[in-house]
């Protein structure tokens, strides 16, 4: 029996009518639904003034990952600009690095702010920590390569949408354990954060077509954890199992009340709290799972990415570039 749920947003109900929706993933499905999993990147730039670079980093294992650096065009590089490291979503098993990248794009225009987006590789083709590990790498790359790129290196944060925000949490906590490189902020949006799909939310959102469903969940963590148990999980992966969440950067936790992930997001705010740290949480009345990315039209997603913004624009220290 399914159990009783919030109430979607009136206009998301009605956008969401027209949405094919499902309740399963399978190696099969994801091959065919792999190839529309993001956008094509140029259209989003046209009419804007940025410049587009592609480049590769090395991961631990050798496996080169593509980054793709967007910068204002026609800015003074030897200011130090804001950066945000974006990890794109798709449940760690599709999309690439211009998945909901039009996202970080606002903050580009915004603040100036030089994107940078990674193509983690994807599970089940990569399983445990590469997928982690090859964000880090990059963080990296854009630390010791700030004064080419434009950026303050007090000013980079760390953002991710869905897996990506699962991601960049787990990232955040390994460059503290690590002590490199410094990051002055974490944008968690509707994050994937625990494996173990465990609380109300996660049952809540099970056993009907959604946008994301706790089935497809599972079979999104089985396909990062590969043949792991769950006492050999890391914290870095799903980050939710962290013992100590102290000595993180500010960070913004957001989720939808209608989603799979409402409640492991809010349990991560409430530990940074727990920890002495800070962070600002928004559970948005109606909203499910990556509303404001599928439908930024809708007043609830305006007013949510403005939010974002906003939040972006207090807790930047100002840089040279500011």
């Not at 173990?196 to 049952?203: F, G, H, L, Q």
Request: aromatic residues 8%.
């Amino acid at each position: 029996m399914t159990a009783a749920r919030p109430a979607l947003d009136p206009e998301l109900h009605e956008l969401l009518a027209d949405m094919p929706l499902m309740s399963q993933l399978s190696p099969e499905v994801l091959a065919q639904i792999r190839p529309f999993s993001s956008m094509p990147v140029e259209p989003l730039l046209e009419g804007r003034a940025i410049d587009r670079r592609e480049v590769t980093v090395p991961s631990p294992d050798g496996t080169p990952i593509p980054l793709s650096v967007f910068s204002p065009a026609h800015t003074d590089r030897t200011t130090g600009a804001p950066c945000v490291y974006w990890m794109h979503g798709g449940g760690m098993v599709m999309g690439d690095r211009f998945s909901q990248i039009d996202i970080p794009l606002e903050w580009l225009d915004e603040f100036g702010a030089v994107v940078v987006s990674v193509d983690y590789r994807l599970a089940p083709e990569a399983t445990g920590t590469a997928l982690v590990d090859d964000c880090h790498q990059g963080l990296l790359w854009i630390a010791d390569h700030a004064a080419e790129l434009g950026i303050d290196p007090a000013r980079i944060v760390v953002a991710g949408a869905s897996a990506g925000g699962g991601l960049a949490a787990g990232v955040t906590l390994l460059a503290r354990d690590l002590g490199t490189p410094a990051i002055a902020a974490q944008m968690l949006i509707c994050p994937m954060l625990d494996h173990r799909d465990i609380t109300t939310s996660s049952r809540q959102y099970s056993n009907e077509p959604g946008v994301w469903s706790r089935e497809m969940n599972e079979f999104g963590w089985r396909c990062v954890l590969g043949d792991l148990t769950d006492d050999e999980v890391p914290a870095y992966v799903s980050p939710a199992l962290a013992d100590d969440l102290s000595g993180l950067p500010t960070t913004y936790i957001d989720t939808g009340s209608a989603e799979v992930f409402r409640d492991e997001d809010t349990d991560y705010a409430t530990r940074i709290w727990a920890a002495g740290g800070q962070a600002e949480l928004h559970v948005w009345a109606g909203g499910f799972h990556g509303f404001d990315a599928l439908y930024p039209q809708a007043h609830i997603s305006a007013t949510a990415r403005r939010t974002r913004t906003d939040w972006l624009a207090r807790v930047l220290p100002q840089g040279s570039g500011a």
